[in-house]
C-alpha cells in the first residue's frame, strides 16, 4: 500500500513579510524563515500513524517548489516518510494552484498510489484549492477537513469524519484509491526520532524537473500584493510597555470594564 | 453572461450565508439584466428553493436522498453537469469547508478559472477579486482569465440584504429535478453535532482568547491571571491553541468554533485569520495584544498594543494592582 503526502514550504507566519519589487509577490530575505506548512505536519503524522497500525505501507512526500523547498523534503524524510521527491520549478513567486496540482497528478498517475493526503489549506496563500484539483485530474474520490479517518483491515475502504462549521461533522466512508484533505488537530504530530534524522541526512530525493511535465498555464494572473489600509477605528498604543499597560487599564476602567 | 450561485444545505436545512451570494453576485454584475440563478441541492428543499426566489432570482433544485449529507462524488457531478446546461460566466459556492472543497473541482471539471476566499471586488477597468495572504498580513488581486470562473466568497465579506429593507419584487421560478442517482465511490452517512461544553464563551460578557504566541500550556495561568481582574470573563482560543492541546476545542473562537459578540474581546498573541476573526468581530469593543505589528487581528482592533503577550499580560495584572490595589 502506498500513500503519496504533499507537503509545502511556507515562510513562518512571524517572519518580517515584505513586497517585493514587481509588487507580486513577498521579497525573498535572510530574514525569511521557511518551514512546512502546519497542516501538512498533520496529514504527513496521519500517514505514519496508518503506517505503523498496518503492515507493508510506504509513505512518498511530494514537494513543489524551487531549490529551497529540498529543506521541506527532507523535513517531511526526518518527520517519517519513506521517500522523498521534490519537482524542481523556477522561481519564488505566486504560483498558479493547477499548475501545481497537474505536477503532482502528472508525477503521481503512473504511481497508483492508495492514499493521498494533503492538509486543509497552506498558510502562505490560503487558496485551498490543490487537494480537490489533484483529486479531479487524478479522478479520485476526496474528502475535506478529515478530523478522524478508520482504514478497514481489507484496505479497500476508509471512513472519515469531516470537520464543518458550527460543530457539525459529516461522516463519510470512501473507496480507496481516494484523496483526504486532513484538519489540523487529527493528531498530534511528532518530532523527528534520531534515527529518522540521521537517515534523511544520507538520502537522496528524488528530483523530477516541472518542465518535464508538460503543464497547463494558470487561468488566471496575478495583479498585485498589499498591505492592508491601516484600520480607521482603531488605536494603536503608544510608549513604554508600562505606559501601554497602565493606559490599557485606564481605558477598560473608563468602559467599566474592571 | 450569468451567475449561478451554490446553496449549501446542512441536512436539509439553508446555511444561511447562502443568502451572502446573491448579494455578492448583485454587485458583480454590471447589468441588472444579467440573470442570476441558484442552484438547491438536498434531499427535501422545496420550501428552501420558494424562499430563495422571492428574493427575486431563478432556482434550480436538485433533489435525491443522497443529498441531504454531504456527498462531494455526487455534488460535482450535478453541479458540473448543471454549468454545462446553464453555461454561467462565473460559478460562485460559499468559501466554507464544503464549498472550498467543491469549486476547485469544479474549475477542473469545467476548465474554469479558480478564485477562492474573495473578499471584494475591484472595481476598475479589468475584473479583479481581493483576497488574503498570510493570515491577512497581506492582500492579492487576480483576474480570471478563462471564459468561465469558479469563486468561493468569504462569509461575512458581501452581507446579505435585509429582507425587511427590501422592495417586493417579482419571485423567481423553481423548477426541480429530481435525479436518479446511486452513491459509488463516496458514501455519506449522516452528521454528528458537537454540543460539547463550549466553555462559557456563550454567557460572558468579556473574552480573553489566547493564541499561538502564548507561547505554552504553562502561559496560559498569565490570561487566567487577567481573567480574575475582569468580571464575568471566558477564556477563548484560537484553533491552533486547541490543536496543541493546551486548551480543549469547547474554548474555540472562529468559523469551525464558536461564534461569539461579547462587549469585550480581547486577542492575545492571536495573528487574526479570516478564520478567527468570522467568529469575533461582531464584539462590541476589541483589543488586540501582539508582538507583530503586522498581525491582521490590528486591522479589526479598536485598541492595539505591539507587546510580546508573555511579557505583556503579567505587567497588565501588576500594574492593575498598583492602580487599582487588590
Same mark, same amino acid.
Request: with cysteine.
Given at each position: 500500500?502506498?500513500i503519496?503526502?504533499?507537503? #509545502? ?13 514587481a509588487?507580486l509577490?513577498?521579497?525573498? %530575505? ?5 518551514r ?11 500517514a ?9 505501507v ?9 531549490e529551497?523547498?529540498?529543506? %521541506?523534503? %527532507?523535513k517531511?524524510?526526518?518527520?517519517g516518510?519513506?521517500?522523498g ?7 519564488n513567486?505566486?504560483?498558479?494552484p ?6 503532482i497528478a502528472?508525477?503521481?498517475r503512473?504511481?497508483?498510489?492508495d ?19 489533484? @483529486? ?7 474528502a475535506?477537513s ?11 475502504i ?10 457539525i ?6 473507496s ?8 489540523s488537530?487529527?493528531n498530534?504530530?511528532r ?8 537517515? @534523511? #541526512?544520507?538520502?537522496e530525493?528524488? %528530483? ?21 489600509? #491601516? ?5 494603536i ?6 505606559e501601554?499597560?497602565?493606559k490599557?487599564?485606564?481605558i477598560l476602567?473608563? #468602559?467599566?470594564?474592571? | ?8 444545505? &446542512?441536512?436539509?436545512?439553508? $446555511?444561511?450565508?447562502?443568502? $451572502? ?5 448583485? =454587485? ?30 431563478? &432556482? ?14 455526487i455534488?460535482?457531478? $450535478? ?7 446553464? +453555461?454561467?460566466?462565473? &460559478?460562485?459556492?460559499?468559501?466554507s469547508?464544503?464549498?472550498?472543497h467543491?469549486a476547485?473541482?469544479v474549475?477542473?471539471?469545467?476548465g ?5 476566499? &474573495?473578499?471584494? /471586488? ?5 475584473l479583479?477579486f481581493?483576497?488574503s495572504?498570510?493570515s ?11 471564459p468561465?470562473?469558479?469563486v ?14 427590501s ?11 429530481? /435525479?436518479?442517482?446511486?452513491?459509488k ?7 454528528r453535532?458537537?454540543d460539547?461544553d ?13 493564541g499561538?504566541g ?10 487566567r491571571d487577567?481573567s ?6 471566558a477564556?477563548?482560543?484560537? =484553533?491552533p491553541v486547541?490543536?496543541l ?12 468554533g ?11 498573541g ?13 464584539s ?22 505591539v $507587546? ?13 494592582? +498598583?492602580l487599582?490595589? +487588590?
Amino acid at each position: 500500500m502506498r500513500i503519496l503526502v504533499c507537503v #509545502k514550504q511556507v515562510p513562518d507566519t512571524e517572519s518580517v513579510i515584505e513586497i517585493d519589487a514587481a509588487g507580486l509577490w513577498i521579497q525573498e %530575505t535572510e530574514k525569511i524563515v521557511y518551514r512546512m506548512n502546519r497542516f501538512d505536519e498533520y496529514a504527513l503524522e496521519e500517514a505514519v500513524r496508518i503506517r505503523e497500525s498496518a503492515s507493508g505501507v510506504t509513505i512518498d512526500a511530494l514537494s513543489v517548489g524551487p531549490e529551497r523547498v529540498r529543506a %521541506t523534503v %527532507t523535513k517531511a524524510l526526518e518527520k517519517g516518510a519513506d521517500n522523498g521527491i521534490h519537482i524542481a520549478c523556477d522561481g519564488n513567486g505566486y504560483q498558479s494552484p493547477v499548475r501545481i496540482a497537474a505536477a503532482i497528478a502528472t508525477y503521481a498517475r503512473p504511481l497508483a498510489y492508495d492514499l493521498i493526503f494533503t492538509g486543509i489549506m497552506a498558510e502562505d496563500d490560503m487558496q485551498c484549492q490543490v487537494g480537490p484539483m489533484l @483529486a479531479e485530474l487524478l479522478g479520485l474520490p476526496s474528502a475535506p477537513s478529515v478530523i478522524s479517518e478508520t482504514l478497514e483491515p481489507t484496505r479497500d475502504i476508509i471512513h472519515v469524519e469531516c470537520e464543518m462549521e458550527g460543530g457539525i461533522r459529516e461522516q463519510l466512508s470512501l473507496s480507496l484509491p481516494c484523496l483526504l484533505s486532513i484538519q489540523s488537530g487529527i493528531n498530534r504530530p511528532r518530532y523527528p526520532a534520531l534515527s529518522n534524522v540521521l537517515r @534523511a #541526512k544520507k538520502q537522496e530525493l528524488i %528530483t523530477v524537473d516541472a518542465k518535464t511535465l508538460a503543464l497547463p498555464e494558470g487561468r488566471e494572473v496575478m495583479r498585485g500584493v498589499f498591505y492592508p489600509e #491601516k484600520p480607521s477605528r482603531g488605536i494603536i498604543l503608544e510608549g513604554t510597555s508600562e505606559e501601554k499597560a497602565e493606559k490599557l487599564l485606564r481605558i477598560l476602567y473608563e #468602559k467599566s470594564f474592571l | 453572461m450569468n451567475i449561478l450561485l451554490i446553496a449549501e444545505v &446542512v441536512d436539509n436545512m439553508l $446555511e444561511p450565508a447562502s443568502n $451572502e451570494l446573491i448579494a455578492f453576485a448583485r =454587485r458583480l454584475r454590471e447589468d441588472p439584466t444579467t440573470e442570476i440563478a441558484m442552484l438547491v441541492p438536498g434531499q427535501d428543499v422545496r420550501d428552501i428553493g420558494e424562499a430563495i426566489a422571492r428574493q427575486g432570482i431563478d &432556482v434550480l433544485l436538485i433533489e435525491n436522498e443522497h443529498l441531504r449529507y454531504f456527498n462531494p462524488e455526487i455534488l460535482l457531478q $450535478e453541479i458540473a453537469g448543471a454549468v454545462d446546461r446553464i +453555461k454561467p460566466q462565473f &460559478v460562485c459556492f460559499l468559501h466554507s469547508t464544503r464549498g472550498c472543497h467543491l469549486a476547485p473541482a469544479v474549475a477542473v471539471l469545467t476548465g474554469s478559472s479558480c478564485i477562492t476566499a &474573495v473578499e471584494a /471586488i475591484r472595481e476598475g477597468e479589468a475584473l479583479a477579486f481581493r483576497r488574503s495572504l498570510f493570515s491577512g498580513k497581506l492582500l492579492m488581486e487576480v483576474s480570471p482569465q478563462a471564459p468561465r470562473s469558479v469563486v468561493t466568497i468569504l462569509p461575512g465579506a458581501f452581507p446579505a440584504a435585509d429582507e425587511a429593507d427590501s422592495l417586493p419584487v417579482e419571485p423567481g421560478a423553481v423548477s426541480v429535478r429530481q /435525479i436518479d442517482v446511486q452513491e459509488k465511490r463516496v458514501f455519506a452517512h449522516g452528521l454528528r453535532r458537537d454540543d460539547s461544553d463550549n466553555g462559557k464563551l456563550d454567557e460572558a460578557d468579556i473574552i480573553i482568547s489566547a493564541g499561538r504566541g502564548i507561547g505554552s500550556a504553562e502561559n496560559l495561568s498569565l490570561i487566567r491571571d487577567v481573567s480574575e481582574i475582569l468580571p464575568r470573563s471566558a477564556i477563548g482560543a484560537s =484553533r491552533p491553541v486547541c490543536d496543541l492541546g493546551w486548551l480543549p476545542y469547547a474554548h474555540q473562537v472562529g468559523t469551525t468554533g464558536k461564534t461569539v459578540s461579547p462587549r469585550l474581546y480581547i486577542a492575545c498573541g492571536i495573528s487574526g485569520t479570516s478564520q478567527h476573526i468570522a467568529g469575533m468581530r461582531n464584539s462590541r469593543w476589541i483589543v488586540a495584544i501582539n508582538r507583530d505589528p503586522q498581525a491582521a487581528i490590528f486591522s479589526i482592533a479598536d485598541y492595539g498594543v505591539v $507587546e510580546d503577550v508573555t511579557t505583556f499580560l503579567p505587567l497588565l495584572t501588576s500594574t492593575y494592582d +498598583k492602580l487599582f490595589g +487588590k
